[in-house]
């Protein structure tokens, strides 16, 4: 079986999987509307005074609603002991962590990105940033799906690595918050996002390229 | 050739070697920090722009300089270990990932401290200083994961990762200065050629650094010998040089 | 100090402060270590 077909089984798998669980797959969701409902609520500001902080609280959000996914990433299958038959599988260990990785991203980043509309009016974002937006929480959620990946390897079948996974994961990814809230923030203001979200692409390049060795290789670590 | 190399790997010579070493850097730190520090508060002249207060510069500097050396040290000894399965080279990246961290602590607070009267605020979301925070987190984040497991070769091997992973914010605090517009000022000291200061300031500035870097290393080599102690409790070796 | 003394002395009471610690932490690691190995040696000792 060429690796090709070997990712489309994986990733096919992980949506069906995914699909029979509705709400396992509908909570980070959900909670990315909480989240950043609570912020105006707690903040008690205009509409118009919101969209200030709208980028930073929009990008916060998605950051720990993803945090949340990323647990399962790894965790059902190690449990059930079917990483452990991938790993057997005579597949390259970093090929099924791609397609594993991208199956999760089409499962929550996407998602995020679509509902992210919704949030961006509540907080009051003009519809002008929009498209700025999408760039830098499509390219953003990439990037975390990717570091997660590396963190959910490390954290595989550690009692309360929920934990540990953020810990792991959120310092390596405030460069890609910092930029992303960055280019929203200089679309709102009329600036030219250009900048920040070439940077943004150029994180995400770096990270999918690397991450995925690093991963199997903690896979392998965590597994053994 | 490479029998001084399996030397370097095996765990009574590098418990002996860090047994003889640790007074003589001990004595070296005591005397370059002695020197750095008396010169440096009594007898460099104050900063025409920043008065006294410049006078952080030399504890601030080396911490900070630590906190990256021993991140660096942290991961290549992870590397070591992960690479070339040299279980040393675990020992030594657990020895040395609490120090550096209390020295990212250091170098934190002292710079927070300096930023008040010169910035007028004790924080800033500029890219040095989040960078370094972000040092921090990935030393508590590294000690917290190889403390995680059961096993503490598998703690060891995916703290290696992680250390690894983490290095590439290394080059990121230490070129941010350079590659954006940060409140934090440039290089000072690194210049090659002349220097920005003058010799007075400069000579206490480097002998703490070397101060630092001695007493690193004698700490190091402290934490070292009890972590070669603890992975190796069930060896042969262990009995005589414990009881000597 | 010119008027900063109140920054000047806290960074060096603290960085002061952190040598230190790393001194007993590291002398503290060392001694566990010692008789966490004394104590197996023992251990394993008596079992011959």
């Known amino acids: 079986m060429s690796a090709t077909r070997a990712m489309i089984l994986v990733v096919a798998r992980e949506l069906r999987l995914s699909f029979r669980r509705p709400d396992q797959l509908l909570q980070p969701l959900v909670f990315f509307l909480i989240v950043t409902t609570l912020f105006p609520l707690g903040l008690n500001l205009q509409l118009s005074l919101l969209k200030d902080m709208a980028p930073g609280v929009l990008w916060t959000a998605a950051l720990l609603s993803s945090l949340l996914s990323l647990e399962s990433l790894f965790k059902g299958d190690a449990d059930d002991g ?122 995400c390049l770096f990270t999918c390229t690397l991450a995925p060795f690093a991963a199997s290789a903690a896979l392998r670590i965590t597994l053994e | 050739m490479w029998t001084w190399f399996y030397r370097l790997a095996s765990p009574p010579f590098v418990y002996r070697t860090a ?26 002249p104050p900063d025409y722009q920043q008065g006294d207060a410049f006078r952080i510069i030399y ?75 972000i040092l921090l987190f990935l030393y508590v984040g590294v000690m917290s994961l190889r403390a995680a497991f059961d096993d503490p070769g598998r703690g060891d091997r995916a703290a290696a990762l992680l250390g690894i992973v983490g290095v590439v ?57 009890g972590e070669v102690l603890n992975r190796e409790r069930q060896s042969a070796w262990v009995r005589e040089a414990i009881q000597s | 100090m010119g008027g900063y003394a109140r920054f000047v002395w806290p960074c060096y009471a603290f960085v002061f402060g952190v040598l230190a610690w790393n001194l007993w932490a590291a002398a503290r690691y060392q001694a566990e270590a010692r008789k966490r190995a004394l104590r197996s040696l023992a251990m394993s000792g008596d079992e011959r």
């Open chain 1, 82 to 203: 079917t990483l452990e038959q991938l790993v057997l599988s005579g597949h390259s260990l970093t090929v099924i962590v791609i397609a594993k990785t991208a199956a999760h991203w089409l499962l929550s980043g996407a998602a995020l990105v679509l509902a992210s509309p919704l949030v961006a009016i509540a907080l009051g974002i003009p519809v002008a940033a929009f498209g700025t937006m999408f760039a830098s929480l499509v390219l953003g959620t990439m990037t975390l799906s990717w570091l997660g990946s590396i963190g959910a390897a490390l954290t595989v079948g550690l009692k309360r690595g929920n934990v540990l996974l953020s810990l792991i994961v959120l310092p390596l990814a405030m460069p890609m918050l910092i930029f992303g809230a960055g280019a929203t923030d200089r679309a709102i203001s009329g600036m030219s996002p250009a900048g920040a979200l070439y940077f943004l692409g150029s994180l």
């Open chain 2, 19 to 44: 047994g003889t070493l640790t007074p003589w850097f001990m004595a070296a730190a005591a005397v370059a920090i002695g020197y750095g520090t008396i010169a440096g508060l009594l007898f460099a």
């Open chain 2, 59 to 133: 504890v601030h500097a080396p911490s900070a300089w630590l906190s990256l050396f021993a991140y660096t040290t942290l991961a290549v000894a992870g590397a070591i270990g992960l690479i070339w399965r040299i279980k040393m080279g675990h020992a030594v990246s657990a020895a040395t990932a609490p120090i550096g961290a209390s020295f990212t602590l250091a170098a934190l607070l002292t710079g927070s401290l300096w930023g008040r009267p010169m910035w007028g605020t004790y924080w800033a979301w500029d890219p040095r200083l989040t960078s370094e925070l």
């Open chain 2, 169 to 225: 914010n290394v080059p990121i605090i230490h070129y941010s200065v350079v590659w954006w517009n940060s409140l934090h000022q440039g290089a000072t000291v690194a210049k090659i050629g002349k220097p920005a200061m003058p010799g007075s300031m400069l000579w206490p500035l480097l002998a703490m650094f070397l101060g630092f870097m001695c007493f690193y290393g004698a700490v190091l080599c402290m934490r070292l010998r």
